[in-house]
């Protein structure tokens, strides 16, 4: 158990972060899945400054859309019998947009882990702002060390990296090894693995309000 002061230090950092993110990063439809509305980065929210003055603060993927999440947050929502009823974990949730969609299709359980705080605090004001309960999850789980007691894994947009993409490879393996379903929504970026079964294939608008130019290809893949 950590110490009250670590512990009372940890709260106070994740309501400021809650705080940020409630008053900078207005409330927005989601494209191409205009069922959600969630918390997403504009000019003005200030994330540079931030990044300056926070040495916790990485990578904001959790404050935009990417193609596999949107795509697989589409699939769960216009199928909901994939997730209905069933114990789910949204595998780097981000803004949760993936869990927030199973939730809705009528998951009987949604555990949605990130590594990073932001993500999580994002994750709970998201669900927040749509209705639902999902259970975060606040670490690494590819190296957590144990399979999660889950009906099926969903995965959006993980593969942008080798190191990342081998972890998460490697956890998927064991989860289907133990007849865990795994879906993955990805735009067939790089280090996504070769030979997937293509369930469902969509044309994705990252961005509130994009051009039809602007949309790429995305698709859903049984691993």
């Given amino acids: 158990m950590k110490p009250t002061n670590d512990r009372t ?35 003005t929210s200030g994330l540079r400054e931030l990044a300056e003055r926070d040495p916790g603060f990485d990578t904001p993927y959790w404050a935009h859309h990417w193609g596999g999440g949107l795509a697989l947050a589409r699939f769960v929502l216009d199928r909901p019998e994939t997730v209905a009823g069933r114990r789910v974990l949204d595998l780097g949730t981000g803004s949760g947009i993936v869990a927030i969609a199973a939730m809705l ?12 705080p932001y993500a999580i605090e994002a994750l709970q004001l998201n669900a927040a702002a749509n209705d639902v309960t999902v259970t975060p999850w606040f670490g690494d789980m590819t190296t957590a060390g144990a399979i999660p007691d889950v009906d099926i894994v969903l995965v959006g947009d993980l593969f942008y990296d080798k190191g990342t993409a081998r972890r998460v490879t490697s956890f998927l393996t064991l989860c289907r090894a133990t007849d865990i379903d795994v879906l993955i929504g990805d735009p067939r970026r790089a280090f996504l693995p070769q030979g997937l079964e293509a369930v469902a294939s969509y044309t994705v608008s990252e961005a509130s309000g994009a051009q039809d130019a602007d949309a790429k290809p995305s698709s859903v893949f049984r691993f």
């Fill in 105 to 116: 299709a009528g998951a009987g359980e949604v555990i949605a882990a990130d590594v990073d």
């Fill in 9 to 43: 230090k940890e709260e106070h950092y994740q309501a400021s972060i809650a705080r940020f993110i409630a008053g900078r990063l207005p409330l927005t439809t989601v494209p191409f899945v205009p069922e959600l509305q969630v918390h997403k980065a504009v000019p």
